[in-house]
Every structure is written in C-alpha cells, then in structure tokens.
C-alpha cells in the first residue's frame, strides 16, 4: 500500500492553463504539506495543512491554491501556469506538528510548463 | 533566520570507500536535525534525525550527532555501496515561528563499482 500518493506523476501543459495535482495518504496523519524542488533540487515548503486548516503559506503567488477536502487529502490547483512554475511537487504528510515528528513525501509530480 | 548550508556535490567514491557529507545550519532555538534521502526518480525518504545534542541518529549504517557546539550535523559512513547512489538532504525543524521542515540544497553520492 502506498502510503503518500500523488496523481499524475508527470504533467506536461502550455503556459496560461490551468492544472491540479492531487495527494492523498492513509497513514491517518493529521498534517499535509507541499512543497517544490527546483532544477537545482533545492526543496523548499509552500503550504501545510493540519485538519484542513491551512498553518502554513510560504510567500507562494496566490496563482497557488490548496485545497483539502477532508484531511487524507490535499490537492493543488495551480491557474494561469508559468514557465518558472516547472519543477517537482511533492506532497508529505506527518502525524501531527513537533520537533520530532517525521515527515512521510509522496513519489513527486514533474510539471513541465511549455 | 533558520538555515541549513551542505557541501556542494557531487560526492563521488569508489564502493567500501568511506563517507562524510558535512552539514551545518543556523537556528534560533533548539531545532531536530534530519537527514533525508531521494534515489532517483523517488520521493524522500526519512534516513535518520536527532532531537538534542550530543543525540546520535543512525540506520543503514549511516550515522550523524547533533553537535550543538559546532551546530553541525555530519553524515557518515564506513563503506558505501552502489546502492546508496542518491541525492542527501539535510534538514532541520524549529518549533520558533512557523513550524516547518528547513532543507539544505541536497548533495549528490555518485559510488561507483
């Protein structure tokens, strides 16, 4: 069983559309988040979700947003793509916040923006 | 604010050779430090933390001590294999401010037969 899935895998779309990404766990975690890794695959956090509340938006353009219907999901729909916006995608999930709580990451999402 | 620095890649050994991939950050408060691992074309995958200093983290012979005097954080091991071929990022998790997980810029193990 996959513990942190992610849907597609790969996502290839011209510039101007409109794209979700979808995360789903069922590892009964209470936490989501997303992040993206550039070219350079240097990872950095966008948004965490505890109980599908949003705690955490890390200056991400407001083209961005996180939905998360119940708390084993959180997708991401992304409008008016850019080329800057190509990178992976991956979503993780925890059990709840702390200092000793281990993060779970999903396979990632390749955007390809054309 | 909160930081991880990694020595730049790649790392490139030959297989039984021995491993040090340096790490260091800068944190207000007292952060857990992790080190994560992403072969190719997967996600990450937790490979070990420490919670307080002097605290060692080990697993697949990897090992690495939260050294709070040297806020360093130094991955190690014996004898690589092939198999251990992947991306190393090393993170930490502050509970000051915003509560996330601070990643490194991942440094590259190429080990070669």
């Known amino acids: 069983d996959t513990a942190v899935s992610q849907t597609p895998k790969y996502l290839v779309t011209q510039m101007g559309n409109d794209k979700s990404i979808k995360c789903e766990q069922n590892?009964?975690?209470?936490?989501m988040y997303w992040y993206k890794q550039d070219s350079k695959k240097f990872l950095k956090i966008m948004f965490s979700?505890?109980?599908?509340?949003?705690?955490i938006n890390e200056t991400v353009p407001n083209r961005f947003s996180p939905k998360s219907p119940d708390k084993a999901h959180l997708n991401l729909h992304i409008n008016s793509l850019e080329l800057g916006d190509s990178a992976v995608y991956f979503c993780?999930?925890?059990?709840?916040?702390?200092?000793?709580?281990?993060?779970?990451f999903g396979p990632g999402t390749r955007l390809t923006v054309l | 604010g909160n930081s991880v620095t990694q020595m730049e890649g790649p790392v490139t050994l030959s297989e039984e050779a021995f491993l040090t991939i340096n790490c260091t950050y800068t944190?207000?408060?007292?952060?857990?430090l992790f080190w994560y691992v992403q072969y190719p074309g997967e996600g990450l995958q937790l490979l070990l933390k420490?919670?307080?200093?002097?605290d060692k983290g080990s697993n697949k012979g990897f090992e690495a001590t939260y050294r709070k005097e040297t806020t360093s954080f130094h991955l190690e091991k014996g004898s690589v294999q092939v198999s251990d071929s992947a991306v190393y990022f090393c993170?930490?998790?502050?509970?000051?401010?915003?509560?996330?997980?601070?990643f490194g810029t991942g440094t590259r193990l190429l080990v070669s037969p």
């Open positions: 993780a999930s925890s059990q709840a916040q702390g200092l000793a709580v281990d993060q779970f």
């Open positions: 590892l009964g975690h209470d936490t």
């Open positions: 979700y505890n109980n599908k509340e949003l705690i």
């Open positions: 944190a207000t408060g007292y952060p857990s």
């Open positions: 420490a919670t307080k200093a002097d």
């Open positions: 993170a930490l998790f502050t509970n000051t401010g915003f509560q996330k997980l601070v």
